[in-house]
């Protein structure tokens, strides 16, 4: 009974530390990707379409290097987040928050120079009668942030993500090196970290389909509010849209299966103690 409990107990452990491997792993992976595909974005252009990557820390680009037209590559091929943002902003949907991976621009804001991530929304500030108020230091009319208070929650969490993983990485170390049987749930919380991943990534995506009052609602006024593509195919005006899970999505969900693993060889393990 005694060395039953005590495979048990390492085998808890050995899962535990596994799954503190593939949290630290999965942090840098793909999780998912999103892509466009029109007749304007041809296969021999854009092989994957206009395709972006979520990554736990941000939104990234998902494209390859596009051979026929060198006006709009880099060494690192074509830039299809900023292609995919222009197209999104066409039809009034907020910019793509891009986490970590977003750029900070210095604008004179409020007659002081001041850093502004890239996707930040401003208008322009008009008195009673609808008239551009002209700010007396610049000469130019003048702006208000007018970002949605969404937009700057999710870039806070991607930004901070890193913590966030630490204190998970933490939680599991404490399941890991404690005896309780009640200390289950230190491995539980990480072990919900794909489903975490979901909702954050369906419930952004029901809120960019929903806010598309950027500027009016765009070009394509009759654009009503809708749900993007969150897995398989759809369309969207004359784009076909296509998503699925990434290979990191994968190890997300071993992550899952290993801690609750881990959790159930921990409570066999005690309970055979108990049996002594």
């Known amino acids: 009974m005694e060395n039953k409990s005590n495979k048990f107990g390492l085998l808890y452990k050995l899962f535990g530390v596994i799954g503190v491997l593939l949290i630290i792993a999965v942090y840098f992976m793909p999780i998912w990707w999103v892509a466009l595909q029109s007749h304007?974005?041809?296969?021999?252009?854009?092989?994957?379409?206009?395709?972006?990557?979520?990554?736990?820390?941000?939104?990234?680009?998902?494209?390859?290097?596009?051979?026929?037209?060198?006006?709009?590559?880099?060494?690192?091929g074509a830039d299809c987040l900023m292609e995919m943002t222009a197209i999104n902003h066409y039809i009034g949907m907020y910019p793509i928050v891009q986490g970590t991976n977003s750029r900070v621009f210095e604008e004179l804001k409020e007659g002081?120079?001041?850093?502004?991530?890239?996707?930040?929304?401003?208008?322009?500030?008009?008195?009673?009668?609808?008239?551009?108020?002209?700010?007396?230091?610049?000469?130019?009319?003048?702006?208000?942030?007018?970002?949605?208070?969404?937009?700057?929650?999710l870039n806070g969490i991607l930004v901070y993500s890193k913590y966030i993983f630490s204190f998970l990485i933490l939680l599991l170390l404490y399941f890991i090196v404690t005896p309780k049987k009640q200390n289950s749930v230190f491995a539980f919380l990480p072990a919900l970290l794909p489903f975490y991943f979901l909702f954050l990534y369906m419930y952004s995506m029901y809120w960019y389909g929903h806010h598309l009052d950027l500027h009016g609602g765009g070009a394509f006024a009759g654009i009503k509010p809708f749900m993007p593509t969150i897995f398989g195919h759809g369309k969207?005006?004359?784009?076909?849209?296509?998503?699925?899970?990434y290979y990191g999505f994968l190890v997300d969900f071993m992550v899952f299966v290993v801690l609750i693993f881990a959790i159930l060889f921990k409570r066999k393990s005690i309970a055979l103690q108990g049996n002594k």
């Not at 969207?236 to 899970?245: H, L, M, N």
């Open 40 to 76: 304007q974005y041809p296969k021999s252009m854009y092989p994957k379409g206009i395709r972006i990557e979520f990554k736990y820390d941000g939104v990234y680009n998902g494209c390859e290097g596009v051979q026929e037209r060198a006006e709009i590559t880099t060494n690192e």
């Open 112 to 153: 002081q120079i001041k850093p502004v991530p890239e996707y930040y929304v401003f208008d322009t500030k008009r008195d009673a009668n609808g008239e551009d108020i002209i700010d007396p230091k610049t000469g130019s009319p003048e702006q208000i942030n007018v970002t949605p208070q969404y937009l700057k929650v």
């Open 236 to 245: 969207v005006a004359q784009f076909e849209t296509v998503a699925y899970p």
